[in-house]
C-alpha cells in the first residue's frame, strides 16, 4: 500500500522547515491556506498541492463597507410581549445580538414588517401599528388586553456568522466582517471580478477552496445580560439567503408572495425539525436555484483558469444541497467537510456524483479541543483523536473518503510528539483503507435500509437530534448504521406516494419524536401512505422499523398510525382507561442473543404498549415497551425506543434488521462474535478487514460466508487486513 | 371524649358472642349486613343500630331471569380489524368477555351498530354490511384494501360486574348475578314493591344501605386466551346506563340523537382523561337527572317506613354525582365508602349538604389484603391499617367522616388479637378527631386554592391517574393538600369563562397532561379564558400554579399558551433549534428552604426550558426544569413537574402555596419544622393536634400563630392533642 498520498495539512506561516518534515512523515500531499496564512517560499519544491482558501461572501470588505445594502438579511421574530395595557411597545432588537442584526430601515416597514398576535394568531393590521426606527420600537394601539403580541422583521446582518463566532469563542479581534449578498446585482458582478483578481494574485494555488459559498447556516445570537449566546441555531436554516430581491423575485415565479410569517412559522423559524409548509419547501427550492446559478459562474472562473473548485461543506452551504437537485450542476471538483462520527463522513462520502470528497478530521490544532478542554500543548491530543476515529474508521470501511486532512497551527501540533506519530498511524491506516474499499465492493447484509421521512435523498445522513440543544452529540440508529455492512437510503413520504416504497428496499425505518418532520405528522393520515405500507409489508414481506414515535398522529384511537404493523401504540394521556396487553418479555428471541443493555436506550417514550397478540415484548420498562417485535402477513416489524451509539447497540440493531427482513440464517457472514469487532469482506481483493473499535484487546471468532470460522486476538483499537485464505485456512 | 360510638361492623353467621365482645372493644354502635351473611338474634339487646345491605339492580334474580331484555346494556367497539382483501369480517366480541356481554340482537343492528374505517374516520354506509347474528360477525363488503375498521355494537351486560369481580379475583361461585335497568318501566314498577317486600321481610334494620343505586361504573372484561382480565376500566364512566330506552328518550329530549361513536368516540369510550365533547356532557346530565328520579322513589319508599336510606358509593354510583346538580334532590341520609388515602376521605367528607359520611377502612377482613399479598391470618394486618390510616387520618382532621367502619368476616380478625387492640386505639383516636374537628373550624392558610379543569366541582378529590393502569396508586399534589390545613376547591373552565376567577380564590392549579381533561386541551386556545387568567394575575395579585403539562396546546409557537405566567414552556420536538434561556438553579429562594427530593418528583416531562428572565429555577435535570418560580406584574407563578405523596414533597407543595400567594412571612403560623409531623390548631377550642406520620419517633419545634415555639417529640406515628395555653406557656 501507498504510504504517501490523501492528506492535507495546514500551512502556518514561519514553519516551512516544520511543514516538510510532517508533510513527509504523514505523506501529505497537499497544503491548504487559510485566512491570515501565507505559503512557504519552498512549496512547490516540497511537490505539494496548493489549496487555498477563499470566502467570496466576505473576503472585499472594502466593497462589503460601501454596499451595506447589499449585505444579507432575514426574518427575525421579537420576543414575544403581553398587553398589559392598549398600548404594547415592543423594541423589536430585545432578545437578538445588534452587532450581528440591524433592522433594515431602508425598505417599506409596512411591507417587511408583521405584527401578530399570537393570542389569537391574527396578523394586526398595519394601520395600528408603527415603527420608530431610532428606538428600533414598534407601537401597537388598541391592543387587546393581555394577548400576546410579536413583530416579524426584516434585519440585514451587519457581522458574518462564522467571524462573529470566532470573535466571540476564539477571542479574535479587529473589524467586524460583514457578510455580502452574492444574489444582489452588482455584488454578485463585482465578485466576479474579485475572484478573478484574487486568482492572478495567488499563482501558486492549484485549488481554490471556496469556504464556503452563498449564504451561512442560520445562528442567531443574543446579548444577554453582556452574554453573547447562540439564540437559535439550524445548520440547515434557509433565513440567511433572504432579501427583499429574493423575495421579490419569488413571488415574480411562483405567483405569490413568500410573507415574513411563512418563515418565522410562530416563532419555530421553519426548524428542520418541523413539518414544513409547502411554501418553505418552494422557498429552499427557488433559493437552490439561486445559488446554483451563482456558484457556476464562480467555478467557472475558476476552471478557465485552470484551478479545481472546492466547496467547504458547512458555514455558508445553505442551498447548495450536496444531495438536491442541483448540486451536480454547478460544477464543482471537491467537497471537504468537517468529520467527528460516521454519520458525518458519510454525509459527505455518499454525497451522488463525481466529486472528490476531503474529510477535515479532529482534533484541530488549537490550544482548546471541540468541546472546550485543554488539547495542545497540555490535552491528550492522541486520546481526542482515537475518539473521533474511532466513529469515522468504521464509516470509512463502508464508503471511504477521497482524502483526510487536518487544520490549525502546526506550531501546535508539534508540541506532542507522540501526536505527530500516531497521525502517521492513522494516515497508514486510512491509505490502507482507501486503497481497497475504494476499488472494491464489500460483502453486505443481503438487504437495503431505507429511511423514511419528510426530507428522503435531500437530508441523507442528517437527524432529528443535529439542531438539538439540550443533547451532547452522540448519534444513536444512524451512527450505528454508518459503519455497518449495510445499504442504507434515505426516501420521502411523498416518494412513496408517488411510486411506492422502491423495489430495492427491504426495511423501511420511521424514527423520531410526533409531529416532527422525521415522525412525518399528518402524512399519517394520509390513507394512500398507510395502505401502500401495510401492503407492501403484508403481502410482499417488506420489514418495518419504527423507533421513537414512529408513524405518530392522534387520530382515530391510534396515536401509532400503523399500529396494527408495529404491534405497539403509544398512550398519550387520554386513553389511560383502556388495559393494554400484557408486556412481559418473552424468554428467548432471535434478537436478544447477544448482551442487550437497555441502559444504552435513549429518547424513553413512556405509555408504549402492545395492541396486538401477535407482537412479542422483547424489553419493557414494568409497563412500557421498550423493544418489541411484530409479525404481519408476510412482513415483520419492530419497535424500538431508541438506542444510543454503542458496540452493543451496533449488535442489536444489526440483529434487528436479519431478522426483520427474514435473512436470520445470513447473520453470520463475515461475522464477529464479539461485538467490539467488526468485519468487512472485499471478496473481490480477497481481503478481510476486522476493527477493533474498543480500547482493550479483544478475542472473536470471525465467520466467513461459507460457515468457516476463525478464532482472532487483535490488539487494543487496531485495525488489521486479512487475506481471506489465510485467515480461513 | 366518648369512647364509643361513629363505627360499624359487619356481622357474620354464628358469630354472636364475638360481636358482642369486639362491639364492646372498639365502641361500636351500628353493624352492617351485607350478601351472605344473617343478623344475629341478639342485635337489639346488644343495642347495635342495623345496616342492611340491599342491591336493587341484582337481589330479585328471579325477576332478572325472566327479563334478560330489560338488563342494562352498554356500547362497546370491536378490536381494529386490518381488511388484507375487499372483504372484511369481524368477529365483533373477539376482545371482549363473552359471559360479561351478549350483543343485543334484539333491536335494529342497523340503527345500533356502526361500523367505522378508521384510516379516514368515515362511517361505512349500512347497505355495505352485514351482521350474524349467530356468528357474532359483521361482514363488510367492498372494503379498502388495508383499511382499519372496527364496529361499534350495541350488547347487553349479562353478568354484574361486582358479581364477576368476586367470583373471578375472589373464587366465588353460583349462579352469574344478572344487572337490572331501573329505567325499564316494568322493572322500575316491579323494584318499587320489591323494596316494600324487602323492609317488610327485614324489621330490624335501620338503615337500608343501598349497595349501591342503578348504575355500575365501567369495567369491561376480555377472556384473553383463557384469563379474564378488566379491559376498560373507568371508574367515572357513564357507559353502564346506556339502553335503547335512554337513547331514544334522550333523543326526543334533546332533539338530536346520541349516536354509538359519541360515546365510542375512537375507542377511547369518552374516557375520563379526554376532553368531552358537549354531547356526552348532555348525556351525563340525561343520566344524572333519570338516576335522581329513580333513587328519589327508592328513598320514598324507604322513609315512609321509617328507615334511613345509605348509599354505598362506589360500583353502581353512576349517574349519582355527589358532587353535581341533583344529589340532594334524592334525599339520601347517609353515604359510605371505602377509604384508602386522604383523597377519598375528602372525596366523601366534603360532599356539599347534609348527610351522613361513613367510611370504610382498610384492610377487609379477608384472607388477602388490597394487594393480594397474605392478611388474615398470616399477614401483617396492623401494618397495612396503619399504611392507609395514615393517610386518611391527616385528611380526618380537615374534614372528618362522621362514621368508620370494617368489612369482611369477624372470624379473621379475631385470628389477630393485636389487630383488635389497634383497632380499638384507632377508634378512639379517630373519635377525638371527630369530636373536636366536627364542631370547631381550625386556623387554615390565609388563602384558598382552586384546581382548575374541564370538571370543576364534579370531580372534587378526583385526579387523573384515578383510572391509569401503568401507576400503582400513589397520589400526587391533591394527596398533599387533603391533609394540609388549606382551603380547595375545584372549578372548571367554563367557571371561568362565565364569572372569572371567584372572588375568594388566591391560587389556581393546572395540573395533568397535555390535551386532557385536566390540562385542558383546546380551552387553552380561548383568548377570553388566558385573558381573564392573566389579568387576574398582573393586576389581583393572583397566584397560579402549573403542574406537568398545564396550560397546554400547541398554538402560535407555545405549548404552555400561559408560557408568560409560568415562565417556562414545552419542547414537544420541533422547536429544537431554539436555544432555551439558561436553567441554573437559583441558589437561595423561600420555597427550597426545608429539604427538597426530586426523587419523590413524578411524571416528568422532559424538554421543559426557561422562557421569560425573571423566571428563577429552583430544580432541574440538566436542561429540563422541574421547579421553576415566576413573577408576573402584581401575580406569581411556579412551574412543577409533578410531585409524589410524601412529607417533604407535602412541606415543598406548602411553601409554594405560601409564596405563590405572597404569604410567606405566615407560614409558621401553627407550623412544625419537622415535616414528619403536621400540626393543626383549632383555636375555638384552645386545642392543638399534632400528627406524627411517620414510623419513627421523631423530634419538632412548633410555632403558635403569636411566634411562640415549642419543642416536641412524638412517639412513632402517634396522633396527640394538646391544649393550646400548656404547649405554648
Redesign the interface.
Known sequence: MKSKGRITLPVEKGMDHLLADIAQKWGADAVRNSDGTELPANIKELGLEVYSTLSMTRNDQAWAKTHEHELTQKFLMSD?V?A?SGTVKIEIMKGWFDQQFRPDDIHDVKKWFEV?D????ELVPVAQWDYDKQSRTVTIRNA?????Y?VNFLAYQIWDTTSMYNYLTNNWTGEHVRPMDPRQPETRRHLLQHLQEWIDKNPATDVVRFTSLCYHF?NNFQD??GEK??????WL?YHDCTSVLALEEFEKEYGYPLRPEDIVT????S?????PSRKYLDWMDFIQRSVRDIVKEWVDITHRNGKKAMMFYCDHWIGSEPYGKYFAEMGLDAIVNPCGCGMELRRITDIPGKIEKEVRLYPYFFPVNAEGKPNFPDGDPVGDCKKYWRRVRRAMVQNPADRIGFGGYLSLAVTRPEFIDYVKELADEFRQIHAVASQHKHSKAPFKVAFLNVWGKLRSWID??I????KPYQGGIIECLSGMNVDVDFISFDDVLKSGVPGDVQILINL??????W?GGEYWKN?QL??AI??WS??DGGGFIGIGEPTAF?????HFQL??LLGVDR????????????STPTDKHFIMEDAVCADGFKNRKN?VFVTK?SARVLLSD???VLLAANTY?KGRAVYLTGLSFTAENTRLLQRILYWVAQKESELKKWFSTNPNIECTAFPDAGKVILLNNSYEEQRTVIYDDRGKSAEVVLGAFISKWYDTGELFR
Chains 1, 2 share one sequence.
Open positions: 414575544p403581553t398589559t401578530y399570537r393570542t389569537t394568531g387587546k388586553k393581555f394577548h400576546v410579536t442560520t444577554l445580560n449566546r447562540s439564540r437559535y441555531r439550524d436554516g410562530e416563532g419555530y423559524m426548524d428542520l425539525n418541523r413539518m432529528e437530534d439542531n438539538d440543544w439540550t423520531g419524536d410526533a409531529n416532527t418532520s415522525s390513507e398507510v395502505t401495510r401492503k403484508y403481502e392522534p387520530f382515530q384511537g391510534h399500529f396494527d398512550e398519550i394521556g387520554y386513553g389511560k382507561s383502556r388495559a393494554p396487553l400484557p405509555g397478540e414494568r409497563e412500557n402477513g
